[in-house]
């Protein structure tokens, strides 16, 4: 009994397909095979049976009925393979010359081919045979013993016949593996997708070793499950991240509106505690924006937005904000562009990147120190450096300062919400590019780099 799902396998349906075209072309391999021996002793036989007649009928044109009655006396004679057969008879279709002792009655008119069973020397076999008029109603007819031909195409057409079912055995076979094989494929990725849905992330799909397309796939989809982890990891960070964080603001602006309700003695105190929750709830809101930012910058819907832009008109417009940022703080911002810059991307969405860098490098930067803001390409690569003179990031901790809420010790004090390299990052990778924490020595050198650009410039040390 055939199982109910079976036509519905896509194993199945592949090991059919290489089954059918397995048995397709092992049959047009044996036709041809006998289309060129079987076949061509046929066309060999007609051929000789034509160039026989057509000398005897020239012998007739030249000696009559009895020149045309010595050839053929001749040629039966000369017939060593003893497989020619001729008959000549007047109009009353009584036999003159030949092998046969009367004209066959399957023969009814000339310039047909008839192929009949005939007796010679005692034995039966089989003719084939052309039959011609001559002139004065005299009839001729020309053949071969094609008995022996027969039996060889026979065999032949058998052979065939079973090198096909053999090939459609073979292929049958054949068919079974490729399911089987396919199915074991198969239910490696099945089952690290019914591990993965039950909750076990942990789980990969096994990889043969072999760097066939199974491979590949393989590989595609643990790169897909890795990134999945990944973003499953970071969802948690946030929610934990959320909780601890913004319950301090939340907290402390609602035991503000409580102590002003109970202890407030004038509109003023009132309206000053109102204002004060009220710039802790816009700090709130100011995080949500910023994650929702970054939601969107991360699910790639700017991608459409992406257009041949200017870098260095974006790094100039930072250049002139936070320039002035700077000098109040007392901190120099050096500022090293090349006269064009152009990359595939979004323009705002890199102007605002780099703002948060230089925002970061102002703030941590110690007074007269300088911040250095610089771009350039390297080979096929647009980089863009912001290098400061801060206390840095040590290293055990720079991977971990581009996620969400981190906040080293160097920024315990500073105000912020720990989004800033995250939204980086996101921006980075948007681009197909990556963002880069290095040692300045002493400092931080943060470098955002980039795919594409057409000035060249040199990497700063």
Do not use: C
């Amino acid at each position: 009994m055939i199982p109910s799902g079976l036509f519905r396998s896509a194993g199945f349906r592949f090991g059919l397909v290489y089954a059918v075209l397995l048995t397709i072309s092992a049959a047009a391999l044996a036709s041809f095979l006998w289309w060129f021996t079987a076949g061509l002793l046929d066309r060999q036989t007609a051929s000789a049976i034509r160039a026989d007649a057509q000398g005897l009928i020239e012998r007739f044109d030249e000696g009559g009925i009895a020149g045309l009655v010595g050839t053929i006396e001749d040629r039966l004679a000369a017939n060593v393979d003893d497989d020619a057969i001729y008959l000549l008879v007047d109009p009353g279709m009584n036999r003159i010359a030949g092998n046969l002792d009367t004209w066959p009655s399957i023969v009814d008119k000339p310039g047909e081919w008839r192929q009949f069973q005939v007796r010679k020397t005692g034995m039966r076999s089989l003719a084939l045979v052309y039959g011609y008029e001559l002139p004065d109603d005299f009839h001729l007819l020309v053949g071969r013993d094609v008995q022996v031909r027969v039996q060889l195409g026979n065999l032949l057409t058998d052979a065939l016949i079973w090198a096909i079912a053999i090939v459609l055995a073979m292929a049958t076979a054949g068919a079974i593996l490729v399911r089987s094989l396919f199915r074991r494929t198969v239910a490696n990725v099945s089952a690290t997708a019914a591990a993965i849905a039950s909750g076990d992330f942990a789980q990969r799909v096994k990889v043969s070793g072999r760097g066939d397309e199974f491979d590949q796939l393989a590989e595609v989809i643990n790169d897909m499950l890795d990134r999945i982890g990944r973003l499953m990891d970071g969802v948690r960070q946030v929610s934990n991240a959320i909780a601890h964080d913004l319950r301090t603001p939340i907290t402390r602006a609602r035991a503000r509106l409580e102590e002003a309700a109970r202890t407030a003695e004038s509109s003023a105190e009132l309206h000053a505690a109102i204002d004060r929750a009220t710039v802790d709830l816009d700090g709130i809101v100011a995080v949500f924006q910023a994650l929702l930012r970054i939601a969107e910058i991360e699910a790639g819907s700017r991608r459409s937005s992406f257009r041949r832009v200017d870098v260095v008109t974006a790094l100039d417009a930072v250049a002139d904000l936070y320039g002035a940022v700077a000098e109040e703080k007392g901190v120099t911002l050096a500022v090293s562009l090349p006269r064009r810059l152009e990359i595939d991307g979004d323009g705002a969405l890199i102007q605002q990147a780099v703002a948060n860098l230089v925002d970061n490098a102002v703030k941590f930067s110690p007074e007269h120190a300088t911040v250095r803001l610089l771009a350039g390409q390297q080979g096929r690569r647009t980089w863009i450096s912001v290098e400061d003179r801060g206390p840095g990031i040590p290293a055990p901790d720079r991977a971990k300062a581009i996620e969400r809420f981190y906040r080293g010790d160097a920024a315990r004090g500073t105000p912020g919400s720990g989004l800033g390299l995250a939204l980086v990052q996101a921006v980075a990778q948007l681009h197909g590019g990556t963002l880069r924490l290095e040692d300045a020595a002493p400092g931080l050198r943060a470098v955002l780099d980039l795919p594409g650009g057409e000035e060249a410039g040199d990497r700063p040390e």
